[in-house]
């Protein structure tokens, strides 16, 4: 008996009827199925958040059934097939069956085709080349797909060294499909493959390195396939930054069993070196945002050192210093370097830094102004001299005892104004 999704709530939404029904009056019943992450999720009782179709009509076909059932279209990527419907403020991409012509490891030459087994024979991995029609019917083209999904297996699509010649892009899928659906040992060929053919990544664009890297780093748990593209090279081959990977490993044993979160930027400076010249190379070189890059540099720079025995004093210190999200980052990996310390003080840090408010000095230019300070580099120096006692002094609130200091130093009767 053919398998089944069990009805799942995607299914039968209005939008997606919508979306089939206007296909379908242009191509006929079965001319559009569910295809790859759907598909496979639903399978495997995972969430679904995207919704890919596969048809036979032509992108033109797709647009003219959309707008003839008043569906609003978006040629998202007409040269390669693909159309976007949104219905119901849900977005539905859709693409035309395709055959490769010519790939060169990074992008490939396609031909549409209304041939089923030809649009999954090259597709990356089995368990991404199942297909479901609108009544929940799985189809397995490739054979194997359905089985290797239930039971973890992360199998290329025919030769494993051939799809990875079509895009080198897949030897990271490789190992994210495996941090996020991989159970049992990995396929030896897939891994061997993936491991001599590394070299072939250089060809790819930083930014696609870079949005597949933080999608296998958020797995739940993503340290069996961190640990195999270390063996393999693949790790080396993308991020040579890399250190050891006891402070990743130490990581996600803290989000996992203790903190019930996951954070991939966290991870990846957990993989870096504490060297901000290292860090701001590797997030250069990944092509990552500059918020991203920023806070990789954060976490890495130079500032007081944070642990589990800080006193509330130190800790309020070095939030100061550090900001409270650095301050957080900087706890976390200090936790994982030493995962076997009390998790209640460790957890006391952090509880610390999100609930604190940065205090804001009670003194102002105004009152530098006030107390005598000529107007110009003057004021700067005063305010950063009364802010060091300030600081010194846990951060009093009394104004008053802020602008005593501060006329103090103006006048140069306190060791902070002395020369």
Known sequence: MRARLDSPDWLTAPGTVAVLDALEAAGGAGCARFVGGCVRNAVLGAPVDDLDIATTLTPDAVIAALKAARIKAIPTGVEHGTVTAVRDRRPYEITTLRRDVE??????????????????????????????????????????GFADARAGRIVFVGEAETRIREDYLRILRFFRFFAWYGRGEPDPVAVSACA???????????????????????????RRAVAMMAETGVLAQILPEAASPARFDGLVSIETEILGDCDPLLRLAALLPADVAAVRAAAARLRLSNAQGGRLAAIAGAGPAIGAAMTPREMRRALYDLGAEAFADRAKLAWAARPDGDPASWRALLDGAAAWTRPVLPVTGDDAVAAGAPMGPRVGQALREVEAWWI??????????????LEEIVAGSGAAGRR
């Open 103 to 144: 790939t060169d490891g990074r992008r490939a030459v396609v031909a549409f085709t209304t041939d089923w087994g030809e649009d999954a024979a090259r597709r990356d991995f089995t368990l991404n080349a199942l297909y479901a029609d609108r009544g929940g019917t799985i189809f397995d083209p490739v054979g194997g």
């Open 196 to 222: 001599s053919l590394k070299g072939g990544m250089g060809a790819l664009s930083a930014e696609r390195i870079s949005k597949e890297l933080l999608k296998l780093l958020a797995a739940p748990d993503p």
């Open 392 to 405: 010194g002094e846990d951060f009093p609130a009394d104004r008053g005892a802020a602008v005593r200091r």
